[in-house]
């Protein structure tokens, strides 16, 4: 070569025959923009029937969705609910499992019928005056513009399911199977008609069930109210925040383990209610705050009031001298729950305004009507909020307006036992109590005539409940059922378990029945049967035309005009007629089972199931917030444990509310609010998918601009380990592989970290735990790959021969672990999955999540050369650390022009080093390794004893191709800038035909 030739191929641009990264995977994701590109691609290619196409014979994971309702855009909490059901359906199919997801809409009950009843509010109209079925067909049209916008706000969440086939709790199969719900309650005798009080919504005139009630501040009223005694020697005192439930008094409640005594008046102001001489029996703890509530200046104490003397009495109530009505006696009953915590140490009992009230007042029936006192629960309150007759002298007074504003009520029956003399002192209380959820308005316990399904009423021995499914003891009432498949059921996390057994346990009797027009009916029919009581008409020929008038028409049907001769037929004149209110929306919801798992004409892809209560391997799962273990959870394992025996689930999976950066309740009113749809116009919805998988689902979760900017990190930083992969993998040719047997230590051990991240992945997916999969994915790809493994082998990847066994095994083993990371990363990073996959892999219809997990070789786990590798990385750490201060000090620029000297004395370490070219591990030209003790200057690292390291600048030429120092970079006459290595890969490149010049 002469020294013109030899002067050109120095001036070359060895950067031209490198194997550096190539790719057209973006650095920059663009996923606002790539995202919709990709939902038209598995739209296009029938994605959810590949899937389904693809999982035929295998058992099936079935996750049933609880239906949303279809009355406003989708919020957070929708987007973290229904993207953690993608990844349990997602990851599950790539388990190996058939994992179908059949999105599903409530589409009946107030939110929606409130929604229509604005709208006439609006325009002046009354509800009233428009006909039942007219306003039915609003409310449904309106169910259906929303249903359709909240699928594609859904669909926009990269969520898989059969969208184009969804349940709705309104379609004419939905209602048909909702009725033949309600009756089988009432064939197999749990429907009866009773009267309770109920939570009810004045505002929206209907009785509301606890899921819809939650509890803010109210100012309340308060009363100390005196019941005379002609036998006890005073008056027995009561308190309550509820004055205008005194007409509805029917007893009051004492305890046995409290004592009461007899105090007097001894000085007070001549106009106090409270007047010297008066006489009140009172708990002696409370003595002392009745008093100061009453502004009395002197009392005494005359006695002990024994509770064995207070056993069978009666008093007074507070209007009989001046009301008529109310000379009826007031029994004192013994009650488990009062106390002497507040009040008075007696609780005014009015079983038509209270749970406990009630509750006491059925327990003690038998042996009040043995006493002579009538038993009748009055209802003194109608669904205006308004008093009826059974309040005498206070009929029309309001408890509250149409509004949920405070009435009338309050103040007449205060003036009332003003006049009676029998009001001993009166206050306000600020205090937590119950509003709907919806009107945002006070609710107030009323004595209302609805429908329940009882919980403990044993349910007749033939039904399919009693016989509890194949291989089920028969538990006798629908509690027991319920909570024998409580205990059947897997809960995640665990602590479900506990809270819904709970609330089973102690739940009263369910109330089905709403005073509504949009809904399903309880479309059964009853006549009279002696005072408040009804017959049920139990005919099957006249169900099965409902149920089919229901298919062909809808629930509609029922409210038609002459739809009761229609049904009755021949039995029009038996004196039956039709109930008119709807089922509570929580039973819809609570049939979704029995009309999307079991209708195999409709949803075809979920027939067949083979529950494992049933002895087959299939699985339901149910997924929602924790709230609803007393909402949808709670109604439809009573429902199906009423009709069928058992719970409608497997598995159970609960996650928390979502909450602003601060922990605070996201509201408008605040301007805390982080919108999915902003998030995915911003940044994307991977970003979106990314932050639900790697918070604590099953505790709240927080969220906002610092807490996307930190999830937008960790996702760039993924993103880019997978474009290096891309970008290095352009150069792999299947050819090239290298078996993992054949290759070198550091290769088999990455082998075996991806074998340790297979069972790690796969037991977290099974666990429902996204949270694990990607701190072990994230901690990998950052720790093990981008800052350890790829940052050694750029070297050799980038400028090692062709033939060069190194450069084609870490090219193998990048491969492998591309498409493990991209199959592991699909659940949670659906689009960007599958745009790295495709970008590996181009096709016409192919996906990443029609990928299995794949299966990892048992040869590539070796424990051993992990705890050499452990060891290697420890020493590792502090080369490097003595590098970072020499490059900070500006002594040198890349670890390239370090030589250091590294001591080792730990035996350990040092044999853990043997057959490990560790200038390559540490990416310096050059490294001595030395046994001997390192003088006191060397560099160290605390908790890393035995290894200390000098450092020292590389000594020789800098290669002009890979930038090593080396003495024997000119020593090849052909590459003279080069070292050795480099001018053999020089060789080989021109040999075939691949030398840029």
Not at 703 to 726: F, P, Q, V
Not at 768 to 784: E, H, I, R, T, W
Request: with cysteine.
């Amino acid at each position: 070569m002469n020294k013109q030739t030899q002067a050109a191929e120095t001036a070359q641009d060895y950067s031209k025959t490198l194997f550096l990264p190539k790719t057209d995977f973006p650095m920059r994701a663009g996923l606002p923009q790539k995202e919709p590109e990709l939902l038209a691609r598995w739209h296009a290619i029938g994605l959810y029937g590949k899937l389904r196409d693809a999982a035929q014979g295998r058992d099936k994971f079935v996750l049933h969705d609880g239906p949303p309702y279809a009355n406003g855009n989708i919020h957070i909490g929708h987007a973290l609910n229904k993207i953690l059901k993608d990844f349990v359906m997602k990851s599950q199919q790539m388990l190996g499992r058939d994992s179908n997801y059949v999105p599903g809409w409530d589409c009946h009950g107030l939110p929606i019928e409130w929604k229509i009843e604005e709208e006439y509010r609006a325009k002046g109209r009354n509800k009233d005056d428009v006909p039942v079925v007219e306003f039915r067909r609003q409310c449904r049209a309106f169910a259906t513009k929303w249903l359709d916008i909240q699928r594609e706000e859904f669909k926009r969440l990269g969520i898989v399911g059969d969208w184009a086939h969804p349940y709705t709790t309104m379609s004419f199969p939905a209602e048909a199977q909702i009725a033949r719900e309600i009756m089988t309650f009432a064939k197999n005798g749990s429907l009866y008609r009773g009267s309770k009080p109920v939570m009810w919504s004045v505002v929206e005139k209907t009785a509301l069930a606890e899921a819809e009630v939650e509890y803010e501040d109210h100012t309340s009223d308060t009363v100390f109210v005196a019941f005379p005694s002609a036998t006890l020697g005073g008056s027995v005192v009561i308190w309550t925040t509820t004055p205008w439930t005194m007409p509805g008094n029917r007893a009051i409640a004492y305890s046995t383990r409290i004592p009461y005594g007899l105090y007097e008046v001894t000085e007070a102001a001549a106009d106090n209610w409270a007047r010297t001489g008066m006489r009140y029996i009172v708990a002696d703890k409370l003595a002392e705050s009745l008093f100061k509530a009453a502004r009395v200046a002197g009392y005494s104490r005359i006695g002990d009031v024994p509770a064995a003397r207070l056993a069978g009495q009666n008093v007074a109530h507070p209007f009989a001298d001046t009301l008529p009505g109310y000379g009826f006696q007031v029994p004192l009953l013994p009650g488990d729950h009062v106390t002497d915590e507040a009040g008075t140490g007696f609780v005014h009992t009015a079983p038509g305004h209270g749970r406990e009230d009630f509750d006491l007042w059925m327990a003690q029936g038998k042996a009040l009507a043995l006493m002579g006192i009538d038993t009748r629960i009055p209802y003194t309150v109608d669904e205006n909020g308004a008093y009826t007759a059974d309040a005498p002298g206070f009929e029309g007074k309001r408890v509250l307006t149409e509004i949920g504003a405070r009435g009338d009520a309050n103040d007449a029956v205060m003036a009332a036992l003003v006049a009676a003399g029998n009001l001993v002192a009166r206050g306000k209380l600020k205090h937590s109590y119950p509003h709907s959820w919806r009107s945002k308005k006070p609710v107030i316990f009323r004595n209302t005539p609805q429908w329940f399904i009882a919980m403990d009423k044993p349910i007749p021995v033939g039904t399919d409940a009693a016989h509890g499914g194949p291989g089920h003891n028969a538990p006798d009432t629908l509690r027991d059922i319920a909570l024998g498949a409580i205990e059947e059921t897997r809960w995640v996390p665990a602590a479900g378990q506990n809270r819904i057994t709970g609330m089973i346990a102690n739940r009263p009797d369910w109330v089905v029945s709403r005073q509504r027009a949009w809904g399903v009916p309880i479309a059964i029919f009853v006549r009279d049967a002696g005072v408040g009581e009804v017959e049920i008409l139990r005919d099957d020929a006249i169900n099965a035309a409902v149920i089919a008038a229901f298919e062909a028409e809808g629930a509609d049907a029922w409210y038609a005009e002459g739809a009761a001769e229609r049904f009755l037929g021949a039995r029009a004149s038996e004196g039956w007629r039709k109930v008119d209110d709807i089922l509570d929306v929580w039973f819809d919801s609570g049939s979704t089972h029995a009309f999307v798992l079991e209708d195999a004409v409709h949803f075809p892809s979920l027939a067949g199931i083979k529950r494992k209560v049933d002895g087959g391997a299939d699985e339901v799962m149910y997924l929602e917030g924790s709230d609803q273990h007393r909402g949808w959870f709670h109604s439809s394992l009573l429902e199906s444990c009423g009709t069928r025996g058992r719970a409608p689930f497997d598995v159970v999976l609960t996650h928390g509310f979502t909450l602003d950066e601060h922990g605070r309740k996201m509201s408008k009113s605040a301007g805390n609010v982080t919108a999915p749809q902003d998030i995915i116009k911003a940044s994307g919805a991977d970003i979106l998918r990314l932050w639900v998988a790697g918070a604590d689902y099953s505790d709240d979760q927080r969220i906002g601009k610092e807490i996307l900017a930190s999830t937008a990190d960790t996702y760039r930083k993924l993103r880019n380990t997978l474009r290096w992969m891309l970008g290095t993998l352009a150069h792999f040719d299947e050819g090239e592989r290298i078996a993992a047997d054949a290759m070198p230590g550091l290769e088999r051990f990455i082998l075996h970290r991806l074998s340790e991240l297979d069972e790690v992945v796969r037991a977290a997916y099974a666990a429902f735990d996204y949270n694990k999969v990607v701190a072990a994915l994230s901690g990998f790809m950052n720790s093990d790959l981008s800052a350890f493994y790829f940052d050694i082998r750029k070297d050799a990847l980038y400028c090692d021969p062709l033939s060069s066994l190194t450069r084609r095994s870490a090219l193998s083993v990048v491969d492998e672990t591309f498409r493990r990371l991209a199959v592991w990363l699909a659940p949670i990073l659906s689009f960007t999955a599958e745009e790295a996959w495709l970008a590996r892999y181009p096709s016409e219809a192919g996906s990443v999540h029609l990928e299995l997990f794949p299966e990892t070789p048992a040869g590539w786990r070796d424990e051993a050369l992990a705890a050499q590798w452990k060891a290697v990385r420890t020493v590792r750490r502090v080369v490097t650390g003595a590098i970072e201060i020499e490059r900070a000090s500006k002594r040198i620029g890349s670890s390239l022009e370090a030589a250091p000297r590294v001591f080792v004395t730990d035996a350990a370490l040092r044999k853990a080093l043997n057959g490990i070219d560790f200038a390559e591990v540490c990416i310096t030209s050059d490294l001595v390794l030395e046994t001997i003790e390192a003088p006191p200057e060397a560099y160290r690292l605390d908790d890393v004893a035995g290894v200390a390291v000098l450092p020292a600048r590389a000594e020789g030429r800098k290669c002009a191709r890979s930038w090593r120092i080396s003495p024997d970079v000119g020593n090849d006459p052909e590459f003279p800038d080069v070292t050795p290595r480099d001018a053999q890969a020089l060789r080989e490149l021109r040999q075939a035909g691949r030398l840029p010049w």
